[in-house]
C-alpha cells in the first residue's frame, strides 16, 4: 500500500474518533441546556443513539447508503447486509460514516427535550435513519439524485461535462445530510408531539452553563473530524500535497467560521438584549460549525468569515421564532441547525471561490444548492412525519402530564442527576 495513502487511512481513523466524540460532548451541550429535572434523560437520548446506530448500520445501513443504488434515491439494504461481501479497505470509510449517522439522529434529540417516553425515541432511531438518514446519504455521497451522478438533478438542470453534473452540488461534510435533516426532523417532531407543559408561561432556563460551554467545547474539537476527515482521494491514485493543501484549508475554514460566529451571535444578542450571554457564545460556535460544514472546502478563508458571521447572526434571530409561531423547539435544534445548515448549504452559491456567485461565475450552482437544500428538506419532512405517527401509534410519544411536572429523570430512568438532599448540611456517616 502507498505510504500516503497509509497516512491517509490512519487520519480517518483518528477522525472518525473524534467524530464519536462529539455525541457524548452533545450529551453534555443539551444536557446542560435543560432544566435539571431532565438532564439525564437527555444525555441518555445521545446514549441511545450510541447503542443502537452502530447495530443498525451494520446490518443494513452501510449497504442502504452505499450499496448498489434502486433509482438512485437508496441502496440496496440487502447487497451488503451485516457488512457481508465488502472489500477490506472499506472498513475505514465504515468506521467513518457510522459515526455521522449516530450524531445526525442524536441532534434531534434536543428539539423534544423533557417529554417524550425513552422507549418511542429508541423506537423512532433505526426507523428514522432506514427513511432519512441512509437514503439521503446515499443521495448525496453514493452517487445518488443529489450527486454529481448523470442520472441526477444537478445534471438534469444543466447537463454534463465528461460524463458527471456540469455544474456539480457542492456538500463537502453533511449540509444536507446531516443538519438540514436533523433540523427538519426536528420540527417536525415538534409540531406532531406539541409543547411542553408551560412553555410560553413558565421559566424553562438552561440548569448549568458550564456544562453547555464544556459541551460546545467538545463539539468543536470533534468537528476537525467531521470536516477535515471527510476529504475522499482520488479513487486512481493518492496525491499526498493534494490531501495536506485541502485538509489544512478545510481546518482553517471550519475555525474561521466558528470563530466569527461567536461574534455575530453575541452582537445580536448585544444590540438586541444588552448582554452577550454565555450560551450565546456556545451557540454561535455550533451556528458557525453547522454553517461551514458543507461549505468548508470550497471556500476561501475570507469567504468562511463571511459565512460564519451572518450564520451567527441569523441564527440568533431563528431561535426566537419558536415563541412568535408557538412550536417548542426546546434546545433550537430548528433554529441552529437547520437555518445554520441552510445559510452553509446555500452561501456556496454566492461564495464558492469555484461557482460562486461572488467570484463571477454566474447563478447556476446557487439555482443547485438552493434546490437541493429544499429537496432535502422535503425527504426529509415527509420521512420523519412518517416515523413520527408509527411511533405514535404503535407507544405514543408523551409522558404522563405528572411525570413530565414531577420531571423525566426519574419517571423515565428512576435516578436524578444531583443528589441535592445529601448537600445541604447533614453529617455523613458511614457503617462500620
Known amino acids: ?143 445518488g439524485f443529489l450527486s454529481d451522478a448523470a442520472s441526477g438533478l444537478a445534471a438534469k438542470l444543466y447537463g454534463l461535462v465528461d460524463g458527471v453534473a456540469a455544474v456539480a452540488p457542492v456538500d463537502y461534510a453533511g449540509g444536507t445530510v446531516v443538519h438540514i435533516n436533523a433540523g427538519v426532523a426536528g420540527l417536525v417532531l415538534v409540531l406532531l408531539i406539541g409543547a411542553r407543559r408551560g412553555f410560553g408561561r413558565e421559566p424553562m432556563r438552561p440548569h448549568n452553563l458550564p456544562l453547555t460551554m464544556l459541551g460546545a467545547g467538545l463539539l468543536w474539537f470533534g468537528w476537525f473530524g467531521f470536516n477535515v476527515g471527510s476529504y475522499v482521494p482520488d479513487a486512481e491514485s493518492f496525491d499526498l500535497e493534494g490531501f495536506v493543501s485541502e485538509t489544512g484549508l478545510v481546518w482553517v475554514n471550519t475555525t474561521a467560521a466558528a470563530s466569527a460566529a461567536i461574534l455575530g451571535w453575541i452582537l445580536v444578542e448585544k444590540i438586541r438584549d444588552g448582554k452577550a450571554t454565555s450560551l450565546g457564545a456556545a451557540s454561535g460556535v455550533v451556528a458557525g460549525l453547522v454553517a461551514i460544514t458543507p461549505a468548508c472546502g470550497a471556500l476561501s478563508p475570507i469567504g468562511s468569515l463571511i459565512l460564519g458571521v451572518v450564520a451567527g447572526a441569523l441564527c440568533a434571530l431563528a431561535v426566537g421564532l419558536k415563541y412568535r409561531f408557538g412550536y417548542d423547539d426546546s434546545l433550537d435544534v430548528v433554529g441552529v441547525h437547520l437555518v445554520g445548515g441552510l445559510v452553509g448549504t446555500v452561501g456556496i452559491g454566492f461564495l464558492a471561490t469555484a461557482g460562486g456567485l461572488f467570484y463571477g461565475d454566474g447563478v447556476r450552482l446557487l439555482v443547485v444548492q438552493a434546490l437541493i437544500a429544499l429537496y432535502a428538506m422535503l425527504w426529509s419532512g415527509v420521512a420523519t412525519l412518517i416515523v413520527g405517527l408509527i411511533v405514535k401509534a404503535i407507544l405514543g410519544w408523551r409522558i404522563d402530564e405528572e411525570e413530565e411536572v414531577s420531571g423525566i429523570d426519574f419517571a423515565e430512568h428512576g435516578e436524578s442527576a444531583y443528589d441535592l438532599a445529601s448537600t445541604g448540611g447533614s453529617t455523613l456517616t458511614t457503617g462500620a
Open 1 to 143: 500500500m502507498d505510504t500516503g495513502y497509509a497516512a491517509y487511512a490512519a487520519w480517518i481513523l483518528a477522525s472518525a474518533s473524534l467524530v464519536l466524540l462529539m455525541t457524548p460532548g452533545l450529551a453534555l451541550f443539551y444536557g446542560g441546556m435543560t432544566r435539571a429535572k431532565s438532564v439525564l434523560n437527555m444525555i441518555m437520548m445521545s446514549f441511545g443513539a450510541l447503542a443502537l446506530i452502530p447495530a443498525v448500520f451494520v446490518l443494513w445501513g452501510w449497504s442502504t447508503a452505499y450499496g448498489s443504488g434502486v433509482l438512485g434515491l437508496f441502496g440496496n439494504p440487502f447487497d451488503l447486509f451485516g457488512l457481508q461481501g465488502v472489500a477490506a479497505t472499506d472498513y475505514v470509510s465504515i468506521a467513518f460514516q457510522v459515526t455521522f449517522a449516530i450524531i445526525t439522529a442524536a441532534l434531534i434529540s434536543g428539539a423534544i427535550a423533557d417529554r417524550v417516553k425513552f422507549s418511542a425515541w429508541l423506537l423512532f432511531l433505526p426507523l428514522w435513519v432506514t427513511l432519512s438518514y441512509f437514503p439521503l446519504a446515499h443521495q448525496v455521497w453514493g452517487g
